[in-house]
């Protein structure tokens, strides 16, 4: 298949009126991207969390979250929690496999450095740890946790910083 040339994703801040947009594409990513490592009943719990806006938009807000845009429209979505925790990091299935992540990623690490964190921590999920593994991170612990009354695992994964931030 022709890969045809894309146009290149934009990075911009979370605002509010997000949260809706921001939300399907959560659900979109759990329900589509996750199922070879995650039961559908997992796959339900974890993707019915978005379903509280008013929560998730909280959550959103108190997190430093950058949204990845393609003409103009939401895409995918990552937030650095405190000064080193990367909590969230979804894409939408539609635009997957094209680099969205990557560049959230690029930007969270770039910034938490810039605010002197010497490492960066995440909570896996099963389907993300290869990508993480790319980008230099390494598992430290095994965890389960309860979403929505379903066990799931994950894997803390931490990447140590180079003094002066991630290199661009
Ligand atoms: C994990 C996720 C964010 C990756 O998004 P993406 O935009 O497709 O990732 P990228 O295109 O930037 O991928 C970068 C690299 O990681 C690899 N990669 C991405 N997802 C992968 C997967 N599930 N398994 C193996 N490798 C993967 C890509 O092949 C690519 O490798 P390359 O550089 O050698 O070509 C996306 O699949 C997703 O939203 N998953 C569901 C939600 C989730 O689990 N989020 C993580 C919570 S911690």
Redesign the pocket.
Known sequence: MMAQSLPKPALRPYLAADTPMLAVIFAA??QE??GDDYSEAQQEAWASVADDEAAFGKKLAGQLTLIATLQNSPV?FASLKGADH?D????HPS?????????LCDALEKLAGSRGARKLT????D??S??FK?RGYVATQRNTVTVNGEWLA?TTMQKTLDSGGAKP
């Open positions: 990513a759990v991207l996750t995918g990367i969230m990091l979804y894409v635009v997957a496999g094209q680099g969205v992540a990557s560049m995440v909570d896996a999920s389907n993300a290869e990508f790319k994950n």
